[in-house]
């Protein structure tokens, strides 16, 4: 399974924000979309990454205020990225290793999606399922045996 297919069942719903919005309007666009980030886009390229991990320290960092503070001072502007051709493997390491749950896709400069934890479990979850139904029919319709006699 490649990248590609779990934007696919996804959709392509996708929010971003430019350096230069407000923290707290991020932070709002968050909330009301129920997402845990957002894609930093500058001038059509992906500059960077807010999750809520990052508006999370800001807020213990200020007290719980988020203040006037911009996105780009908060973001992470070197988010880790993948393509639609990505194995799901190599998805999860690459999650797993880094401590990330939010990939953004982009074929070439072309942002095409962003993929989360919840994404790449919900897929695996699925292709597993399906292929436990597969085995499970293919077992119940196993040929008998025909007896061998001497």
Same mark, same amino acid.
């Given at each position: 399974?490649?990248?590609?297919?779990? @934007?696919? %069942?996804?959709?392509?719903?996708?929010?971003?924000?430019?350096?230069?919005?407000? =923290?707290? *309007?991020? &932070?709002?666009?968050?909330?009301?979309?129920?997402?845990?980030?957002?894609?930093?886009?500058?001038?059509?390229?992906?500059?960077?990454?807010?999750?809520?991990?990052?508006?999370?320290?800001?807020?213990?960092?200020?007290?719980?205020?988020?203040?006037?503070?911009?996105?780009?001072?908060?973001?992470?502007?070197?988010? @880790?990225? %993948?393509?639609?051709?990505?194995?799901?493997?190599?998805?999860?390491?690459?999650? =797993?290793? *880094?401590? &990330?749950?939010?990939?953004?896709?982009?074929?070439?400069?072309?942002?095409?999606?962003?993929?989360?934890?919840?994404?790449?479990?919900?897929?695996?979850?699925?292709?597993?399922?399906?292929?436990?139904?597969?085995?499970?029919?293919?077992?119940?319709?196993?040929?008998?045996?025909?007896?061998?006699?001497?």
């Amino acid at each position: 399974m490649k990248v590609s297919d779990i @934007l696919r %069942v996804k959709g392509n719903a996708l929010f971003t924000v430019t350096p230069d919005h407000t =923290l707290w *309007s991020a &932070v709002q666009t968050m909330a009301e979309k129920d997402i845990g980030s957002v894609v930093v886009m500058e001038h059509g390229d992906l500059v960077g990454m807010l999750t809520f991990r990052e508006v999370i320290k800001t807020l213990y960092e200020n007290k719980g205020s988020v203040g006037d503070r911009l996105v780009r001072s908060v973001m992470d502007d070197s988010p @880790l990225t %993948v393509t639609p051709e990505t194995d799901v493997n190599e998805v999860r390491r690459l999650m =797993l290793e *880094s401590h &990330v749950r939010y990939l953004p896709v982009l074929n070439g400069r072309a942002l095409e999606g962003v993929i989360s934890f919840y994404d790449v479990a919900r897929a695996v979850l699925e292709e597993q399922s399906f292929e436990n139904r597969m085995l499970k029919a293919y077992i119940r319709d196993w040929p008998e045996q025909e007896s061998v006699s001497g």
